[in-house]
């Protein structure tokens, strides 16, 4: 089957990749004391680089060899109206866009990572201001401080941010569920932000290594690494007790979401009685049906089990730039995958109205 031609597609899970930034984001505006260790892109024997505080990091302006190369989009994703372009030629009316400070930038000091991440969230929020009805550009907030943290998503929310990513692997700190991320679960509260995670880390005896089949095995179950984070965030009453707060699990996948609920409602049943520090007042799968949101792409077995996972709490996404995105088809690999089988409806809210709804998309 085809597509309606007034469906609307919001993909809820795009990225903005490092090579794709413009040269100067930061040295042209890092304060003057920061910009020899901040990103900067500096001419080499293989062409123009980014480096950043003393580490060769990527190409500018292209791919690193060795990744999928069906698409080397140079630097259009980092321009708002190449980008644009790109996704009209996708069919594909609106985006959130995940980008590389968090990930990529490869940062091991707090204060330089602050300092990256507060000038990346002010050109981040200047970006999507070009057509801010139809791209969304998710800040970076500082993650080795809860503090800090909490303190930059309240200042993101004043330049109009509509969500924020936040990483619990950065500087390998305690957990987001820890007492310590009180302030920073208060702040998401109050501000209404959804707050994201993106697939990264958790792999303890698989590394991604370009060239080995290493890659793909840990590609492969490296997604469900955000059960853990996902389990202390509702077992730990940081959701139950703010509801406010949106948790966004992007490119999370789907197939292993409705076994881990399952089994945390089941542990619930068995270990509640036995609690003695703080125990929840809901249903885990009441939890996660209220506050929790998960992002797929190309999808077999997962969008199968979409009304198991709950038809509210699912967002597809395109994945573009990245060379295994459904870019510039978009449309075509939906209308031929499972999630047409599930009738109108559904298709409308895992495409479009899931996502206007937790982000104000007006569409």
Known sequence: MSLPADQTLISADDHLDIH?????TWSARL????????????????????????????????????????????FRPGQPKTRLEDMDRDGVYAQVVYGPTCTQLQINDAALHEQVALVYNDWAAEFQREADHRLILLPDLPSYDPLVAARELERCAKLGHRGAIVSSTVGRGKPLFDDAWAPFWDAAQETGIP??????????????????????????????QLDETLSGLIFSGVLETRPRVKFVMGEAGLGWIPYVIERLDHELHKYGSKIQNHKIQMLPSEIFARQVFTTYEDEKLGVELIPRIGVDNVMWASDYPHGDSTWPHSRKALAESSLAQHGPEILRKVTCENAARIYGFQV
């Open 20 to 24: 794709a930034m413009p040269p100067d």
């Open 31 to 74: 304060p003057v004391e920061w910009r020899q260790r901040g990103p900067r892109v500096e001419e080499t024997s293989d062409g123009p680089y980014w480096f950043c505080d003393g580490q060769r990091v990527s190409p500018s302006g292209r791919k690193a060899t060795g990744y999928i190369a069906a698409h080397d989009h140079g």
């Open 195 to 224: 707050i994201h995670v993106h697939l990264a880390g958790g792999l303890h005896s698989l590394s991604m290594k370009l060239g080995s089949w290493e890659m793909p095995a840990a590609v492969a179950v490296v997604p469900m």
